[in-house]
């Protein structure tokens, strides 16, 4: 299976002004690589799902499909050339609402088949599962960090 990384980042909604160029993007949500991202993290400003990205917001929603939040948590209104979004405070607080104290992995062990039909795999392997587990878990906390704060979320994929 081929890796999409997917990058949540806390930004001030009050400051904030969208990336217009590729360099801004990596400035603000670097790749696992890039420059910045190990302090991005340990300021608590970042988290990176690496090759299971998109998992984390498909488990949310399968999971959860009436709550809705699940539908918010992967943000419409796509820079289809940056491959970037925006999730707004408002939003987050709902996400995080959601996810702070929700059995993730419940969630992912009863969500197993399904997530894995809607990546078109025959099945999920336990290593696969517990790491959409763990990036959920730092998404879920990096949410509840940002709503307390009434930061946004900027989200980054890298395919």
């Known amino acids: 299976m081929g890796g999409v990384d997917v990058f949540w980042r806390r930004v001030s909604r009050d400051d904030f ?3 217009g160029s590729m ?10 690589a890039e420059d910045g991202y190990h302090e991005a993290v340990e300021a608590g400003l970042l988290v990176g ?12 929603k399968l999971a959860a499909p009436d ?10 209104g796509w820079d289809d050339d940056l491959m970037t979004s925006m999730v707004g405070a408002d939003d987050v607080r709902e996400i995080s609402d959601l996810l ?12 197993r088949g399904a ?15 517990e790491i959409v587990v763990r990036d959920a878990r730092e998404v879920a906390d990096l ?17």
Do not use: K, N, Q, T
């Open 17 to 19: 002004v969208m990336p």
């Open 23 to 32: 360099a801004e993007v990596r400035a603000l949500a670097p790749h696992f």
């Open 49 to 60: 799902a690496e090759a299971f990205g998109e998992m984390v917001p498909a488990l949310v």
């Open 67 to 76: 709550h809705p939040a699940s539908r918010l948590f992967w943000p419409s």
């Open 100 to 111: 702070v104290g929700s059995p993730i992995e419940e969630w992912a062990e009863r969500c």
């Open 115 to 129: 997530l894995a039909a809607e990546f078109y795999l025959p099945e999920l392997p336990d290593e696969i599962v």
């Open 143 to 159: 949410f509840a960090a940002a709503a307390a704060a009434g930061d946004a979320i900027f989200v980054r994929v890298v395919a």
